[in-house]
Structure formats: C-alpha cells, structure tokens
C-alpha cells in the first residue's frame, strides 16, 4: 500500500526500526551471562541499521525532508534540525561501536561483551526517543509547512529513494519482523 504522504513513510519505517532496537534490548539483557554471541545475527542487525535505517531512512530525512524545511524557514542549526541530525550521528557512531565489539569478542571475549553490552544500551536509549521527537514533534510540524504540491513532491523524491534500494528494502522489512517473531513484541 502506498503511503497518504511522505511523513508517513517516514514514520512507517519508524516502526521496523523501533522493531530491531527492542530486538537489540532483548540481546542486551543477557549478553553478559552468555558464552557466545550470535556473530551472523548481529551483522544482519548492523547491516539493517546501517542501510535500512541510515542510508534509506536517515537519507530521506537528511537529503530532503530536513534541506525542505530549512527552506521554508526552520533553523538548519540548533533546535529541531540540528538536534536530530546530532542524533544520526550519534546513532552511526553506536552502531560502529556495536560492530567494533563483535568483532573484538573473538579475540578478548569480555572486552567484546563489554562493547556490546555498551553499544546496546546506547542503541535502545538513543533510538525511541529520537524517533518519539520525530514522530510526534518534527513530522507534525513539517506537515503544516508544506502544501499538498510540497508533499507531492517530497513523495516522489522518497518514492526515487526507494527504487534504488527496493529489494534489500524489503528484506529489512522482512528481518525487523522475524525478530519481533523471535524476540517478542516489547
């Protein structure tokens, strides 16, 4: 089904996002008690916040919804704009992080668990309440900017975003509800 507008696109893939983080809080909870990490389930989850969630979503946001209300007069610095785009960054940089120990985890076990266990909680903090600023603050306002032609246009750019990523977009999808399968709803 095609979204009524761009912002609900966006906050559609809020929702597989917010999926793989409960996911990720779930793990988190027990990795200091566990003799192993799931290594491959791991990279699939970095793999899906890296370009479900930042080179898909996060560039829809960053190279057209945020430069669209820049335009129309909101703050490129500072509150909202420049705060959320703090948070990407922040977002990448745990996500690195998560990488770094499961990497690490085969040559210093606990060292690894430790980066992990960090990443995670930096995750599953970070992520609802970046989302919650967006969805219920941000998108609200951007909504009330733009014109039924701006959103029109602003669709279609998402929709360009999408093509070029629509296979592994799918299968994203397809992982964040495998993992609310296996993980439970939260």
């Known amino acids: 089904m095609k979204p009524v507008n761009p912002i ?14 409960a996911a990720l809080g779930v793990i988190g909870s027990t990795i200091e008690n566990e003799e192993t990490i799931d290594a491959p389930l791991f990279a699939r989850i970095i793999d899906f916040m890296r370009e479900f969630a930042d080179r898909c979503h996060h560039a829809k946001e960053e190279d057209l ?17 420049g705060g959320l785009l703090a948070e990407h960054t922040r977002g990448r940089t745990l ?11 085969a040559a210093d076990p606990q060292a690894g668990k430790r980066l992990i266990g960090q990443a995670i909680v930096g995750i599953t903090a970070l992520y609802p309440n970046h989302i919650w600023k967006e969805d219920d ?3 609200p ?6 014109d039924a032609g701006q959103l029109d246009h602003l669709l279609d750019d ?12 799918s299968s994203h999808i397809q992982f ?11």
């Open 8 to 21: 609900q696109m966006l906050i559609d893939e809020h929702v597989y996002i917010l999926k793989v983080v």
């Open 65 to 81: 919804l945020f430069p669209a209300m820049v335009a129309m007069g909101v703050p490129e610095t500072g509150c909202p704009i």
């Open 95 to 105: 996500i690195a992080q998560l990488e770094q120990g499961v990497e690490q985890f």
């Open 137 to 139: 603050m941000v998108f």
């Open 141 to 146: 306002m951007a909504e009330k900017l733009f």
């Open 158 to 169: 998402f929709e360009a975003v999408e093509r070029n990523k629509s296979a592994a977009h």
């Open 176 to 186: 964040a509800n495998d993992l609310e399968t296996r993980f439970g709803k939260l």
